[in-house]
């Protein structure tokens, strides 16, 4: 079976950069500021691949660079190097080769993010429903009936009630705001959907609901997903494989199972400890 996301080599550095940005960076180092240049290596040689339908963990402490990677996948930010390969059906995207529209296209039709903070993912000034429609007007999806439909449909599935479509997400609690970008996300059926620390800041029985959505929808749906968090708890639940960073590179990838029962790697060995 084909790889839905292919990752290769993906960097980023903040700043000028220098020469010995790698070498005086990076786990070895216990930093991810260059001490000869003051440039951030936020993202250093990260290469993975996503299958269809699979859940893909990406875990660290707060600056690890886990959240960059959703960032340059998510076209919110460029990569200073590497590739990522996204196959859709029989169409194969060389996603950093693409132009601006070319990328506002993908983003908004074939790709789904879902934010920690509600205010990155939503326009809070607008309704529940609208939130979803704006994603829909640029599909083929062209009448008011039918765009208001989908939202309502949408909305069901990810437990927000109907009669709560046409109230602003601004009135809505931490967890029914995860709900809405949910449905936001999905609206266009896309395969691969990105979620960043999407439990973070919630009470652990919102937590606990919003875990089971994403497991129910993936299920359901088959969809391809990217989890980044720092909760062990978390990707136990969500994730088969799973990439543990710090300071910008991976230090350890495997199934999950392998990863949370027999740590090899020492930062991941105190992150499951931690956790115990």
């Known amino acids: ?32 500021v260059c001490p000869h240049c003051g440039s951030v290596v936020a993202v250093h040689d990260v290469s993975f691949t996503l299958m269809p339908g699979e859940i893909l963990g990406i875990m660290g402490e707060s600056g690890s660079g886990k959240s960059t990677v959703v960032k340059l996948l998510n076209f919110d930010e460029a990569p200073t190097s590497g590739t990522a390969m996204f196959f859709d059906g029989q169409k194969e995207w060389d996603l950093f080769a693409l132009n601006a529209a070319e990328k506002r296209w993908l983003r908004d039709n074939r790709m789904g993010t879902v934010y920690q903070n509600p205010h990155l993912g939503l326009n809070l000034d607008i309704s529940a429903g609208g939130n979803i429609a704006e994603r829909l007007l640029m599909s083929d999806v062209l009448s008011y009936a039918e765009i208001r439909e989908r939202a309502r449909g949408l909305l069901a599935r990810t437990q927000v009630p109907a009669l709560r479509m046409d109230e602003r997400p ?55 997903m990217i989890a980044v968090t720092h909760d062990l708890g978390v990707i136990r639940l969500l994730a088969s494989r799973t990439i543990v960073m710090r300071y910008g ?19 991941t060995q105190e992150l499951v400890a931690a956790a115990l």
């Open 1 to 32: 079976m084909r790889p839905i996301l292919e990752v290769r080599g993906l960097s980023r550095t903040y700043g000028p950069g220098c020469p010995s940005c790698v070498d005086a960076t990076g786990p070895s180092h216990q930093r991810n």
């Open 170 to 224: 601004r009135r809505f609690s931490g967890g029914m705001q995860q709900r809405v970008q949910i449905a936001r996300a999905l609206v266009t059926n896309p395969p691969l959907l990105l979620l960043d620390e999407v439990t973070t800041g919630l009470d652990l029985s919102v937590q606990a609901r919003i875990l089971d959505l994403i497991l129910e929808l993936q299920e359901r749906l088959g969809i391809a």
């Open 249 to 267: 590179h991976i230090v350890e990838c495997g199934l999950t199972d392998q990863i949370l029962e027999d740590p090899q790697h020492a930062y």
